[in-house]
Every structure is written in C-alpha cells, then in structure tokens.
C-alpha cells in the first residue's frame, strides 16, 4: 500500500478508523509525486500530529516551488540577462530556500520527538506519514543541490567562454597591428591557457562529485526503505504477540473450569458411596 492510499476504504486491514487524512499529491520537477496533507476532523494528540504534518506538507510545498523558481532562473545563466544583477537575485533565492529547508528539518524533528507519548496505532500511523514527507523533502532538496551544482558548471562555461573571445580578441588585434609578441603577452597568453586548463579539471571534479551525490542519494532511498519494511514487520509481530497473551489467557481460564469440573465430580462420586 502506497502512502497516497492512507485513508482509502478498501486499503489495508478491515479496522475502524478513528483519524483519517486524504492526501492529494503535485508533481515536482523531478517527476515524482509529493503528498499534500490536509487536516479533517481529529481528536486528542493525533490532532496536534495531523495539523503538524500538515504544516510541514505546505512547507514542503513552498520549498519545492521556490526551487521551482530557482530552476527557471539557471536558464538566464550565460544570456543578456546575466550579470550583477542576476547574481544577486540567484543568492537571495538561494538564502529563502536554504532558510525553508532548515524550518522544515526543524518541523520534521518537532514531529518525531511527539511520536513518543502516542499511543502504538496513532505512533505506526504518524511514523508512516512521517517517512513519505520525509522522502517527499529529499527528493526536493537532491533537485535544489543538483541545481547549484549545474549553475556552477554554466557559470564556469560562461566564464571560459569569455575568456576565450578575450584571447581571441586579444590575437586579432596582434594580426591587424603586425607587431610582435612583447614578453608580457606571451605571459598573459600561457596564462589563459593554464585557466582553460584549471577549468578541465574542474568541470571533470564537478562531474565526479555529482556521481557521488547521486549514488549517495540512491542509498539513503533504500536505508529508508529497508526501515520502513521493518516497522511494518514490527506491527505484524506486536500483534502475534497480543493473540498469543490472548490464547495463553484463555487456555489458564479453561485449565481452572476443568479443574472444578474434576472436583465436583470427586464429590458426588464420595456422596453415592
């Protein structure tokens, strides 16, 4: 079961449920889906979980659509519009994302620690929300890292790129003069060669650190996955556990009506002789 199916009848166990949320989802840029909590008529401690899930689902929100924002900006990198000014947009955008990230780590931490005094059904049920919202955050935050790591790559393209018409510049103007090299231009030509160089190994650093961080992304998904496995497991085992209490129960009540059944048997048996 999905975590867009939590409250769709005819989904898990046959149970009476007391809290229900339905959860819509958007798409993000990445293709992938992100729940969307909203907040139905609950009671006692669950009702501070579900309006708590909930402002973490609209912050969610909020992030992906700033990074949304920040992707459209990455596209002017290199054109007319970039300069100063662009510079200092793409870093107050940068800033609100990075501020809404931390409000949202600090909101999904706020939310764990209160799984503590829930009862064990509200605890599995919060736990669950708990993870989707959680991948659902991370999924953005891989799109917003991978962002800046392009944006750097551009801007580093853009930059060769300038140099590059500087140098060529700089050798059509040689041509036309007729003159020689003078020995500070011979300097500032192996200068710019050595900056295309450095620019080489750092596109190719950039490229094996966004492997890694991809590969690194990968694995948390299933270390999530895996977790998420075991606390269904858990559930299943904390309720063989409760039928074998049950049994055991039982089994002790029937032993003593036996054990009467015996006695009273014993005395009539001693009346008749």
């Given at each position: 079961m999905?975590f867009q199916?939590v409250?769709?009848?005819?989904?898990?166990?046959?149970?009476a449920?007391?809290?229900q949320a339905?959860?819509?989802t958007?798409?993000?840029?990445?293709?992938?889906d992100?729940?969307y909590?909203?907040?139905?008529?609950?009671?006692?401690?669950n009702?501070?979980?579900?309006?708590?899930?909930a402002?973490?689902?609209d912050g969610?929100?909020?992030?992906?659509r700033?990074v949304g924002l920040?992707?459209?900006?990455?596209?002017?990198?290199g054109?007319?519009?970039?300069?100063a000014?662009?510079?200092t947009?793409?870093?107050?955008?940068v800033?609100?994302?990075n501020?809404?990230?931390q409000?949202?780590?600090?909101q999904l931490?706020?939310?764990?620690?209160?799984m503590?005094s829930?009862s064990?059904?509200?605890?599995?049920?919060?736990?669950?929300?708990?993870?989707?919202?959680?991948?659902?955050?991370r999924?953005?935050?891989a799109t917003?890292k991978?962002?800046?790591?392009?944006?750097?790559?551009?801007?580093?393209?853009a930059?060769?790129a300038?140099?590059e018409?500087?140098?060529e510049?700089h050798r059509r103007l040689q041509e036309?003069?007729g003159?020689?090299?003078?020995e500070?231009?011979r300097?500032?030509q192996?200068q710019?060669?050595?900056d295309r160089l450095?620019e080489?190994?750092?596109?190719?650093?950039?490229?094996?650190?966004?492997n890694?961080?991809q590969g690194?992304?990968q694995?948390?998904?299933?270390?999530k996955d895996l977790?998420?496995?075991?606390?269904?497991q858990?559930?299943?085992?904390?309720?063989?556990e409760?039928?074998m209490?049950?049994?055991?129960?039982?089994?002790?009540r029937g032993?003593?009506q036996i054990?009467?059944a015996?006695?009273?048997s014993s005395e009539?048996a001693?009346?008749i002789?």
């Amino acid at each position: 079961m999905s975590f867009q199916d939590v409250g769709k009848p005819g989904s898990g166990p046959k149970r009476a449920p007391r809290h229900q949320a339905q959860l819509p989802t958007i798409r993000d840029s990445s293709g992938g889906d992100i729940a969307y909590m909203q907040q139905e008529g609950t009671n006692g401690n669950n009702q501070n979980s579900v309006s708590g899930y909930a402002q973490v689902s609209d912050g969610i929100l909020q992030y992906q659509r700033n990074v949304g924002l920040l992707e459209k900006m990455t596209k002017k990198i290199g054109s007319r519009e970039d300069g100063a000014v662009f510079d200092t947009q793409y870093k107050l955008q940068v800033d609100v994302i990075n501020q809404l990230g931390q409000k949202i780590e600090r909101q999904l931490r706020t939310q764990e620690n209160a799984m503590v005094s829930m009862s064990r059904s509200e605890a599995t049920r919060s736990r669950a929300t708990h993870m989707k919202l959680t991948k659902d955050f991370r999924r953005v935050e891989a799109t917003f890292k991978n962002l800046q790591l392009e944006v750097r790559r551009k801007k580093a393209v853009a930059d060769a790129a300038q140099r590059e018409r500087e140098e060529e510049e700089h050798r059509r103007l040689q041509e036309e003069g007729g003159a020689g090299q003078t020995e500070s231009e011979r300097r500032m030509q192996m200068q710019l060669q050595q900056d295309r160089l450095n620019e080489e190994i750092m596109r190719e650093r950039e490229a094996e650190i966004r492997n890694i961080n991809q590969g690194m992304h990968q694995v948390n998904e299933i270390y999530k996955d895996l977790a998420h496995i075991v606390g269904e497991q858990q559930e299943q085992i904390d309720t063989i556990e409760t039928q074998m209490d049950d049994a055991n129960a039982t089994a002790d009540r029937g032993l003593k009506q036996i054990e009467k059944a015996n006695d009273k048997s014993s005395e009539s048996a001693c009346v008749i002789s």
